[in-house]
């Protein structure tokens, strides 16, 4: 009896080709999956080195330009500081310019180390200069304006950062405000008229007019441009004075304070003032004088016993002198 093999073979055993050919990629999907979170992580480590080594070789932490003094007189010195921490790379170059033009390089690597560029307006005191600063001597109006540094690290990323800051140059006043009054002295009632003026400046000062520390806002402010470019301020007020423009408690037979000030400003660095008193004094009381007949009589009485005693006297002297 013959017996066929194929027919009773073990349908478990038989296994679907195309069943394995979907296993097959489901584990080569899962294999792709791991090899791509592998090299993900791969780079990602690698990077975090490379930002290790740029922040151990230059890459530069902070940088500041500081003007001083912060408003420069014209004809005086300032001096551009720039303030850079490179995490202890070497600079490779630390260079100043105004506007877009370079006038300033200290190049430590470099010879000279010291470079200094023609620029109108800019002259440079290359002994006060070095890696941080640069000094500028003579200032003149048109250097008021942006300046900016910029540090190179001298490292493998070769970092570079910059930093702006404007300058101020100003021309102040040449004394304190003037104060003029109609008067000296003033009670409740009367006007008080009165103007203040200060030299001419760049830029211009603002005045303030204030009684007893109080704004005075009816005040007129002028300005007047002289050739040299500067302007002159002054202000004019005219104020009824009533009893609560005098300080010191209630006002006693116009006596109280009347403090009138006036105060030149230009913004934060520069404020003078002048003040007037200009209240009444008070008066200490004279006492009342006390007459009475009584004392009148007394006086009489007084006066004419002296006459007798002084005639009895004269007649004694006469009697003896003969």
């Not at 930002?51 to 551009?80: C, D, F, H, K, M």
């Not at 720039?82 to 310019?97: M, N, R």
């Not at 300033?104 to 440079?124: D, E, T, W």
């Amino acid at each position: 009896m013959t017996i066929d093999r194929k027919s009773h073979q073990n349908p478990a055993l038989s296994i679907n080709p195309s069943i394995q050919i979907s296993k097959n990629i489901t584990m080569n999907r899962k294999y792709s999956k791991m090899d791509m979170l592998r090299r993900l992580i791969s780079v990602g480590v690698i990077l975090q080195l490379l930002g290790n080594i740029g922040l151990s070789n230059g890459a530069i932490r902070s940088i500041r330009l500081v003007v001083e003094p912060v408003a420069v007189r014209r004809g005086q010195s300032a001096t551009l500081k720039c303030l850079y921490d490179l995490d202890g790379a070497p600079l490779l170059s630390l260079q100043f310019y105004r506007g877009s033009g370079e006038f300033y390089r200290y190049s430590p690597s470099q010879h000279p180390m010291k470079r200094v560029f023609p620029l109108s307006g800019i002259n440079v005191d290359t002994n006060a200069s070095n890696a941080t600063q640069v000094v500028i001597k003579n200032v003149s109006f048109g250097l008021s304006g942006n300046f900016s540094c910029e540090v190179t690290a001298d490292s493998q990323s070769f970092s570079t950062a910059s930093a702006a800051a404007q300058m101020t140059v100003v021309e102040l006043p040449e004394s304190r405000p003037t104060l003029w009054t109609e008067y000296d002295r003033y009670e409740p009632g009367d006007v008080l008229r009165a103007n203040c003026s200060s030299p001419p400046s760049r830029p211009q000062a603002e005045l303030t007019l204030t009684i007893n520390n109080i704004v005075v806002y009816s005040a007129d402010l002028q300005y007047f441009k002289t050739i040299e470019g500067r302007t002159a301020s002054k202000i004019n007020m005219r104020v009824q004075l009533q009893s609560i423009h005098f300080g010191g408690g209630p006002v006693m037979s116009g006596g109280g304070q009347l403090i009138l000030r006036c105060t030149a400003q230009i913004g934060n660095f520069y404020q003078e003032y002048t003040e007037k008193e200009l209240g009444v004094p008070q008066k200490d009381p004279v006492p009342a004088r006390v007459t009475s007949s009584i004392a009148v009589e007394t006086t009489r009485g007084s006066l004419t016993y002296s006459i007798i005693a002084f005639t009895f006297i004269t007649l004694i002297y006469q009697q003896f002198s003969r």
